[in-house]
């Protein structure tokens, strides 16, 4: 295993100052490089897609005639399903992906997709954005979604042999799936201001200033109270600050990301924490408004232009060079995404070119170690299947994924996490 | 009269406003408890025409203008309870630019908010539902006999009345086939953009589109309105429980589901229920109550970012600006970067109080902009939203004594009660050099401009200062 730089100077500061002098210097370029990838590294990219996915119109079953009975201006016919250059997002003889998921395809052919059909909520299922995200979130088995996050679980389960900067929710606020009692994780929304400024007339105060500040706030507070939260997250956010912003500046790489797209700007900030923070294992990603009551097609039919379409597209463009640059680094294979959303949409479209609250949606997750294709079940679309809102049925839960990437990838027992054994989906191993 | 303390009124200032100055402080401390509370909510009575003549100009067209506008009125109002319920009303009914598009919608909800803060909570609920954002946000533009849209009519029962679930007996308000039939008596919902001496709009039955067919509603039939059902809903028990536990976390202190709180939220849904829904009856009940005034209450809530910022600038009686620069601050851009974006919630389930602001980036930014604050001693635009504190306003609280200083600080910026341990730690910083060695504190403006500024940085850094 190589050292970073980081260990390097933390092991220097705990009794080998000195050494430091007599170290060749071949070893301390080394040292300030990029940390060689470590096969036993595993890490998880979540992706929630806030607001309720179309699964429907994500992976479209382009033979289903009830899909185009109920979708009169949202479906895509199988002729449609190509993406701009043309390309077929054809999957299987059922299946394709919608047309503008072309990033998305060449990973699916090359094997490394796992889509799971007619995922959800069979527990608690709920029409309620902030309920399903909540049980969603924290994998509730009662409907109680205070507490930890089922991430957060992980994290404070496994605290006694993993520390430092582990999770970071990427481009935003912090998520609740990384919500813990003990472990704290990063919220990073950019790198320009995330650190820990003092006055700049005085530089020579600056220490006194952390010094003080890291004093007043490392006191003991109340158990649980809110300030003794808010010291605690003080305290590692000042400490961790310039550990995390500095990732930019060691980063190297060919891969060209999109330019003018939020998630693909935060997949690069991913990549660049990656190869800069060693114990980085747990990202997390709130992209889009997939709540498409209307609008998810534009009033004139372009159903490339629509806001649906739209994201997917951003979503899969992202992804594919964030793939590349782990490849690049010859991460590749220490890296898997997951997507999520907290309800599909009916399958009726309304009146205003959308979808209202729906029920199951699919899940992807992305990676080498994943045994690409299709898991699950599609769920039936024949009006005797369908519930008053025109909500297909349920077949996957949301759970067993989780499951089956803890048990999996993160090499944990899901059980110790989610309270009881779930189904493995089958897409690891 | 009920005695109010001097920590009582700066408690009331910080919650029915955004931070209140000494002087403020002291002549609420006069008018006795029900006299502050019903000075600060009768605000109506407060002349405030200064303050809207100030914003004529203001293109409201334009989003950052607008927002700087907001903001601005939050700082110079003379009726900071105003301002501050309508900033809950936002988050109540929390809608989005980013979807309404047009900026002049949202100004128009604003409006809105403010005009009916205090009314009768069936009128406010109407008027906000028939209000073109609130049309555009939800999707009721689009909601018509045939082919409803359910946007809407989900929202207006899970958030902006009842809640799911009965917040005191857990039962379910509502049902998935009331949402579907509900969602048909707002169908046709529209509304007319007019402009005279300001932007307004008008709501429109598009008579088409609406469905006048039976609808079965919470177990009645009938051939229902939107204006009926919203009728129906505030006439509900459950509507009366959760505005006050809705006004309790923002206004009061989290509640709980013990039992004790249970009966909080009963004793003040009894006053809706018996004051025809009057939310203004309700309100003074809530901030007249011993509750508000508990142990409990102090300091029981995190600052939200816009009560932090404004709350710095009045404690500290800073000059913020000037009326010729009305709405040219851009605190809104600090209260964005710490969680708050004026007119952009996250969702329509509003921001997430408490320790929803708080995680390490928003921190940072809390730190940083109490830095930024502290360090800028001359204008300038390199900055964003950040006022000059003076070396005089600094000197007007340094005591020759380093620890006189420090309790200086503390009690203008809250008053804040802290350890002595923590008191030790601030009065050795103002003895420390550079090399960390022990000086004596010496009252010039060479310290006050290095040392001085810096404590009050770092008072601004204590979790006490982060809670309200």
């Known amino acids: ?429 | 009269m009920t005695n109010l303390s001097y920590d009582e009124a700066a408690h009331m200032f910080r919650r029915m406003g955004f931070g209140g100055h000494k002087d403020d402080i002291n002549d609420l401390v006069a008018r006795g408890r029900e006299g502050a509370v019903d000075y600060l909510i009768n605000y109506e009575a407060i002349d405030n025409s200064a303050l809207d003549s100030t914003f004529r100009p203001i293109d409201y067209a334009n989003f950052f203008q607008l927002q700087k506008m907001w903001v601005s009125r939050m700082i110079r109002t003379r009726r900071p309870f105003q301002e501050k319920l309508v900033l809950f009303w936002h988050n109540h009914f929390a809608t989005a630019r980013t979807k309404v598009d047009l900026s002049v919608l949202m100004y128009i909800q604003n409006e809105t908010l403010r005009q009916h803060a205090l009314d009768r909570f069936d009128t406010l609920l109407l008027k906000v539902s028939q209000d073109p954002a609130m049309l555009v946000w939800l999707d009721g533009l689009t909601n018509a006999a045939g082919r409803p849209n359910l946007n809407f009519a989900r929202e207006l029962q899970e958030l902006f009345s009842m809640g799911i679930n009965d917040v005191v007996t857990g039962e379910a308000n509502y049902t998935e086939k009331d949402v579907q039939e509900i969602a048909r008596a707002f169908t046709g919902w529209g509304y007319k953009l007019k402009k005279k001496n300001k932007d307004y709009a008008v709501f429109k039955l598009k008579g088409a589109d609406h469905d006048n067919g039976v609808k079965e509603v919470y177990g009645q039939s009938a051939n229902f309105s939107g204006q009926d059902i919203i009728t129906i809903i505030c006439a509900r028990r459950a509507t009366a429980r959760f505005l006050v536990k809705k006004l309790f976390d923002f206004f009061v202190y989290p509640l709980t589901s013990s039992p004790q709180d249970k009966a909080t939220i009963e004793k003040f849904a009894d006053v809706y229920m018996a004051s025809d829904h009057s939310f203004k009856a309700t309100a003074r009940a809530i901030f007249a109550s011993d509750e508000f005034f508990s142990d409990r209450a102090r300091f029981a809530l995190i600052k939200n970012p816009l009560e932090l910022i404004l709350g710095t600038i009045h404690m500290l009686d800073m000059p913020f600006d000037t009326p010729a620069a009305a709405g040219n601050n851009n605190y809104y851009v600090r209260s964005q970067a710490m969680g708050l974006e004026i007119f952009n919630p996250p969702d329509v389930g509003g921001w997430e109080l408490d320790l929803g602001w708080i995680n390490t980036a928003t921190l940072l930014e809390r730190y940083n902009f109490a830095n930024d604050l502290l360090s800028r001693r001359a204008l300038s635009s390199a900055e964003f939203g950040v006022p000059v504190v003076t070396i005089e306003l600094l000197r007007r609280f340094t005591d020759a004594s380093p620890q006189k200083t420090v309790e200086n600080f503390l009690f203008a910026l809250g008053p804040l009660k802290v350890s002595p341990e923590t008191l030790g730690i601030l009065t050795d910083y103002l003895q420390t050099n550079d090399a960390g060695e022990r000086v004596e504190f010496v009252v010039d403006d060479a310290t006050i401009d290095k040392t001085v500024r810096g404590l009050v940085r770092l008072i601004m850094c204590l979790p006490h200062y982060q809670l309200n």
Not at chain 1, 113 to 135: E, K, W
Not at chain 1, 257 to 263: Q, W
């Open chain 1, 1 to 429: 295993m190589s050292i970073t730089r980081r260990q390097f100077i933390k092991r220097n500061a705990v009794g080998m100052a000195s050494a430091s002098l007599l170290l060749p210097e071949l070893f301390l370029s080394r040292a300030y490089g990029q940390a060689a990838p470590n096969p036993d590294r595993k890490i998880l990219v979540v992706i929630q897609l806030d607001g309720g996915n179309d699964g429907l119109n994500t992976v479209i079953p382009y033979t289903d005639s009830r899909y185009y009975a109920l979708r009169p201006n949202l479906s895509f016919k199988e002729s449609e399903l190509k993406d701009a250059q043309g390309q077929s997002t054809i999957i299987s003889d059922r299946f394709g992906l919608h047309p503008s998921m072309g990033g998305l395809k060449g990973l699916y052919d090359a094997g490394r997709v796992a889509i799971v059909l007619g995922a959800g909520d069979t527990m608690l299922p709920s029409g309620s954005h902030f309920s399903s995200r909540d049980v969603m979130h924290t994998a509730s088995l009662d409907g109680n979604t205070k507490g930890e996050g089922w991430l957060g679980r992980y994290l404070s389960q496994t605290l006694a042999e993993k520390t430092g900067v582990r999770a970071l929710a990427i481009g935003g606020g912090l998520t609740k799936s990384f919500d813990a009692s003990r472990a704290i994780a990063a919220a990073v929304p950019n790198f320009e201001a995330y650190n820990f400024k003092t006055d700049p007339l005085y530089p020579g105060n600056a220490n006194n200033q952390l010094n003080a500040f890291r004093a007043c706030n490392g006191e003991s507070f109340a158990e649980g109270s809110f300030a003794g939260s808010i010291a605690r997250m003080g305290v590692e956010a000042a400490g961790t600050a310039s550990k995390i912003n500095s990732a930019p500046s060691r980063y190297r790489s060919t891969v060209v990301y999109p330019t003018g797209s939020n998630i693909a700007d935060r997949f690069k900030m991913i990549a660049q924490i990656i190869l800069a923070v060693e114990e980085a294992e747990l990202f997390h990603i709130q992209f889009g408004f997939f709540d498409h009551h209307g609008r998810q097609i534009p009033a004139d039919r372009n159903k490339l232009a629509g806001d649906h379409a739209v994201q997917l597209k951003e979503l899969c463009d992202a992804v594919k060079p964030f793939y590349n640059d782990m490849a690049e680094h010859g991460l590749a294979d220490n890296v898997t995404l997951m997507t999520w959303s907290e309800f599909g949409r009916t399958a009726r479209e309304n009146g205003s070119l959308g979808t209202d609250h729906g029920s199951s949606s699919v899940m992807f997750v992305i990676g080498n170690a994943v045994r690409g294709g299709l898991y699950g079940q599609q769920p039936s679309l024949e009006s005797a299947d369908l519930d008053a809102a025109t909500n297909p049925k349920t077949h996957v839960d949301f759970r067993s994924v989780y499951a089956t990437i803890l048990d999996g990838w993160l090499g944990v027992d899901s059980v110790s996490i989610l309270g009881r054994r779930f189904e493995d989906v089958g897409f690891f191993g």
